[in-house]
């Protein structure tokens, strides 16, 4: 049977993706995906064959993975981060009911959530809810309740898609629906570039983040009541008994 593999390539780094991925894009002849992670991919595998679409244009780049892999050719369909992670792996099995002869394969990725959090530390050591700010597929009111029930259930966050030109102002609305719930000093975290060129992050309150303008590559983090700033890094913790 013809086979697609869904290829969660982490942030972008050769060294950030898995051996399993990497073997996928290596045994591949396609290489399909959205333009500006097929451009990561190209500069460690040029010789591959690429197909790609822009942002929004999700089901035209997965029924061009499935017709390719209809002529019998092995093809990697690219998500950044985890491929299940707001990645193309659900809408890949959706649409593969209508392709019998294509399997689809989900290959796992390193999430922003973790790349990110182990630059600040270990923010999501104990339960944690990730949530995305993005309300093209999901209306605001939906992110608004979802913000909410986190704060009240005393959740480590990790906001992605924070921000863009049209929803500058996102983030500070998810503010204040947590300040409702959460004090000023709450400690929280930006990890921005993950895994490419000009990686940082910064560790904040909840107040200062509110006045924050980031982007679309920066991932937000925002502790739970117990999270700490520790020798400058962002640490929630299990509930282990440490002795001082």
């Not at 480590?156 to 959460?182: F, Q």
Request: aromatic share 6%.
């Amino acid at each position: 049977m013809n086979q697609i593999d869904v290829v969660g390539m982490g942030p972008g780094s050769r060294e950030q993706m898995t051996q399993q991925a990497w073997k996928a894009l290596e045994e591949s002849e396609v290489i399909v995906g959205y333009t500006v992670y097929t451009e990561l991919i190209k500069e460690l595998l040029p010789d591959k064959e690429y197909r790609t679409t822009p942002m929004r244009r999700e089901v035209e780049r997965c029924r061009i993975a499935f017709e390719e892999a209809k002529k019998g050719r092995r093809v990697a369909m690219v998500c950044s981060g985890d491929a299940g992670v707001y990645g193309m792996a659900g809408l890949m099995l959706e649409l593969g009911e209508a392709y019998p002869e294509v399997s689809v394969k989900v290959v796992p990725g390193v999430t922003a959530a973790l790349a990110g959090g182990a630059l600040l530390g270990a923010p999501l050591v104990h339960d944690f809810a990730v949530i995305s700010l993005s309300d093209l597929l999901t209306p605001w009111e939906k992110i608004e309740k979802r913000l909410r029930y986190g704060a009240l259930a005393d959740l480590a966050l990790c906001i992605y898609n924070p921000s863009s030109k049209k929803r500058a102002d996102y983030l500070k609305r998810a503010c204040k629906i947590l300040l409702e719930v959460m004090e000023t000093e709450r400690v929280c975290g930006l990890a921005y570039q993950i895994g490419r060129e000009g990686e940082g992050w910064e560790i904040l309150t909840l107040g200062e983040l509110k006045e924050r303008q980031v982007d679309m590559f920066t991932t937000v983090f925002v502790g739970n009541s117990q999270t700490r700033k520790l020798h400058g890094q962002m640490v929630t913790p299990r509930g282990y008994s440490v002795e001082k």
